[in-house]
């Protein structure tokens, strides 16, 4: 069952070119289960589908407009359907400068929901303000995207709402391990070339085991220059994931290579995965080569 204290139910609504879909697509990256269009006399049976099964999901996004919401009658029943489950839907609201949601139209060339023959652009708009006041008065966060690039955006919204149903921070961080003979992974952002470090290949009696046994672990970081060099390069990462954070970044793969894959870059994977997570990052782990010789 879901908590509901901790599965937050989110509306992001506003004025068309403000950036909805935009901002659907940050919630997913922060795993938000997000839907788009769904009328909001649904929303109620959603949340209840949720609420009778496990999932892997934050919390629900629904995105509505005009096209899909008669503000004024659907939304109030809705708000209250849900409070009295014990639910309080939080209300997004975009909007933007009317010059530039012009701009973003012409851009795009699409027409707005309201624009007719008798209705131009601009006054499509004005409408739409218009019948969308009460709205913006119940929002619980406004959000001018005149002047918002996209990391702008993703950084507000993480904000506002990335800490919602978890404790672990909002930048996912994978961690692998590899073999430069082998290859070196193509989705890695940062590479960490360790064959510098003591090699237990060469060793007979450990050259069998893995860097997931602890006598690899201490052959390769436990003395110099491998127990410096974890210092030193957790040091590092403490201090630049944050900055990944602040930049807009939700995920950032590591990869650490030696040269089979299965020693030096093990057990430096491993004790890099496990000083992120007892630090609050979402993090994973793999070892692409560790069975390969």
Not at 111 to 135: F, N, T
Not at 169 to 191: C, E, I
Not at 252 to 263: D, E, M, P, S, V
Request: glycine residues 6%.
């Amino acid at each position: 069952m879901v908590d509901v204290d901790s599965f937050p139910v989110i509306v992001v609504s506003g004025l068309s070119g403000a950036g909805k879909s935009t901002v659907l697509r940050v919630f997913e990256d922060l795993r938000f289960f997000c839907v788009d269009g769904l009328p909001a006399s649904m929303l109620p049976r959603l949340v209840e589908l949720f609420n009778t099964r496990d999932n892997a999901y934050r919390g629900l996004v629904l995105g509505m407009d005009l096209r899909q919401l008669e503000f004024s009658v659907d939304w109030e029943a809705t708000r209250e359907e849900l409070t009295s489950k014990g639910y309080r839907p939080s209300i997004l609201y975009l909007e933007a400068r009317l010059p530039e949601l012009v701009r973003r139209y012409a851009t795009t060339r699409r027409l707005h929901p309201l624009e007719s023959r008798d209705i131009g652009l601009e006054q499509a708009l004005e409408k739409e303000r218009e019948i969308l006041g009460e709205v913006r008065q119940q929002a619980d966060l406004v959000i001018d995207t005149t002047t918002y690039s996209i990391h702008d955006l993703r950084r507000r919204i993480q904000e506002k709402w990335a800490e919602l149903s978890e404790k672990t921070r909002g930048l996912r961080v994978h961690v692998m391990s590899f073999g430069f003979k082998h290859d070196v992974p193509t989705a890695a952002d940062m590479v960490m070339d360790l064959r510098f470090l003591p090699n237990p290949y060469f060793e007979e009696e450990l050259r069998p085991l893995s860097g997931q046994d602890k006598a690899i672990s201490d052959y390769v970081l436990g003395t110099e220059p491998g127990s410096i060099f974890i210092e030193k390069y957790l040091d590092f990462l403490q201090y630049v994931l944050p900055l990944y954070e602040e930049e807009g970044r939700y995920r950032l793969t590591i990869a650490l290579g030696c040269t089979g894959g299965r020693h030096r870059s093990v057990a430096t994977a491993e004790r890099v995965f496990a000083t992120l997570k007892d630090n609050g990052y979402s993090v994973s782990l793999e070892h692409k080569h560790i069975h390969l010789k």
